[in-house]
Structure formats: C-alpha cells, structure tokens
C-alpha cells in the first residue's frame, strides 16, 4: 500500500472515532489539554502501527492504542493515580438504593438535572482510572464486554467486577453528595 493510500485509508476508518478517543482520554487523564496531546500520540501510533491492523473492528483497535497511550502518559506525569485504594464501604454487602430520574420539562426540573449531570461528572472524576475507563467505555462509549476486554487487555470476567465495583463507588459517591 502506498503512503499516500495508506494515509487516505488510514484517515477514512479513524476520523469518525476521533471524539470517542478523546472522551475516553478526557475522562481517564482528567484533562482537555493532555487528552488532546494523548490522541494525538494514539494517532501517531496507530498510524505508525496502521499496517498491522488485520480488518477487526477498528473502534476497539483505536480506543486500545488511546487507552494505552492514557496510561503511559499517566505513568510519566502521575503514577499515583493508577493505585486502586481499597474502600471497606465498597465491600459490604448492602446494595445502595437507586437513583431515580426527573421529567424533563420545566426550568426546575432541567436545572435539577444539570445539577445532577455535574454530580455525575464528580462522581466518575472520582473513580480510580481502573474503574473510570471501564464505566466510560461501556456507559457512555456503549461498547460491548468483548470490546471492552480488548481495548483494556483484561478477561472479560474482570471488565465485568470492574463495571460493578465502578458502579457502585459512583452510587455510593453520589449518595455521599446528596447527604443520604
């Protein structure tokens, strides 16, 4: 394949990825700045190691090589994030209550719901990377076990405990919030 055929080809399957990639960044290095200075690293590698890609879904491969280039890029600049503390509220038992939802209609309503977005947004901001990546790449990435498991380089089974421990330290954080 030609450079230039490549680069077309190469431009043609990643572009329409481009914000899934910065959104898992974004939301993994806590960062615009260093989000775009990480997709833009992922990019450089994934161009670079374009030739091996064999035809599976190109999504995956790419948020793979993003997610990668997140956690070298938290290694150098912040190697104390990437620890998991153990949390015994975690642990127990007792499954937290729901949250419930709004209507979405008036001014009050809508500005309860920002509030709760921002609430939300705290709450992921506060997960352990580990965790984060896995509830981004399935709750607002909507990527599949499977997807997720490659992209992470983990067993299923553990994108699966992951998902869960991740979902409830953000319920507990909300419900921590909200004073419950």
Sequence with gaps: MTGETKSRRFEALALPHLDAAYNLA??????????????????????KSFDGFRGERFRPWLLAIARNACYDWLREHRASELAVPYDDELHGSDEPAGISGAGYGNPETRLEREDDRRLIDDALQALPV????VVILKELEDLSY??????AAIPIGT?????????????AHLQRQRGR
């Design 159 to 171: 994108v699966m405990s992951r998902l869960a421990r991740g979902r409830k330290m953000l319920l």
């Design 130 to 133: 580990t965790f984060r990546e």
């Design 26 to 47: 974004r939301w993994l290095l806590r960062n615009d700045h260093d989000a775009q200075d990480v997709v833009q690293e992922a990019f450089l590698r994934a161009f």
């Design 146 to 151: 499977k997807e997720i498991a490659r992209i």
